[in-house]
């Protein structure tokens, strides 16, 4: 059930679907992703789709965790990333794998404190979790080289723009009102003229990014 075998069948299911950056499909083709989900649903970890994983929420489709962190990490070195939304701590886990350090805020304490369990079970020591609100970011720990929201906001969340590096980036789902798209945006270098620019990568579908704590 949790074979090599299956993580590989994921990977190669990965690749065929058009990812290329090794080091992500790696990333995913080592990582557990049966200890991210209940028992009960052990044996559907290595599909390639959501999962419940209680709260309403999901563990993140195999597939968009890996598009969404080869968004993040083609446009150039990145060593410290905020994620918004830790959920089970999968993608989390996969960011850790591949920077220098990860920060990640939930809104929801039972699920981030079961994140934290499982993460701390792995012996990631270059993850750090907050139970709060993501959408303001972390400021104690800004700048962040990239930024990764894994819940659908309905624009740019301006205090987690100003939280982005020169040349740092941010993928997010965005709900632009006819469906979700994937975006990714830059912050330009350049003193006071910096700007923004961004891209829509793909359609996707995500939970709602909400304001506050539950
Ligand atoms: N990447 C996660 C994984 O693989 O398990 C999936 C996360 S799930 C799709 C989105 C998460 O974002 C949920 O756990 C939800 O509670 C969280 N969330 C929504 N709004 C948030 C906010 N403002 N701050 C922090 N977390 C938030």
Redesign the pocket.
């Known amino acids: 059930m949790t074979s090599l075998r299956t993580r590989e069948r994921l990977a190669q299911r990965l690749l065929a679907a058009g990812l290329e950056d090794d080091a992500v499909i790696e990333a995913l083709r080592q990582l557990p992703r049966h200890l991210?989900v209940e028992e009960a649903l052990a044996s559907r970890a290595y599909e390639d789709s959501?999962l419940p994983?209680g709260?309403g929420?999901?563990?993140?489709q195999p597939y968009m965790?890996a598009r969404m962190t080869q968004a993040l990490l083609e446009a150039g070195p990145v060593q410290t990333v905020l994620?918004?939304?830790?959920?089970?701590?999968?993608?989390?886990a996969v960011l850790a794998a591949l920077v220098r350090r990860v920060y990640s805020?939930?809104?929801?304490s039972s699920?981030q404190a079961r994140?934290e369990q499982r993460l701390r079970a792995l012996k990631l020591r270059n993850v750090r979790l907050r139970y709060?609100?993501?959408?303001t970011g972390w400021t104690e720990y800004a700048p962040f080289d990239g930024i990764l929201v894994?819940?659908a906001a309905s624009g740019i969340p301006r205090r987690l723009a100003e939280q982005l590096a020169p040349g740092g980036r941010m993928v997010l789902p965005i709900d632009c009102g006819r469906g979700q798209v994937l975006v990714r945006l830059v912050k330009k270098r350049g003193g006071q003229r910096s700007g923004y620019q961004h891209e829509v990568l793909e359609p996707v579908t995500?939970?709602?990014?909400?304001?506050?704590?539950?």
């Open positions: 991210f959501s994983i709260w929420q999901t563990i993140s965790v994620e918004v939304g830790t959920g089970s701590g999968y993608q989390t805020v939930e809104r929801i699920l994140a709060g609100d993501g959408s894994t819940a995500f939970v709602p990014l909400l304001g506050g704590v539950a």
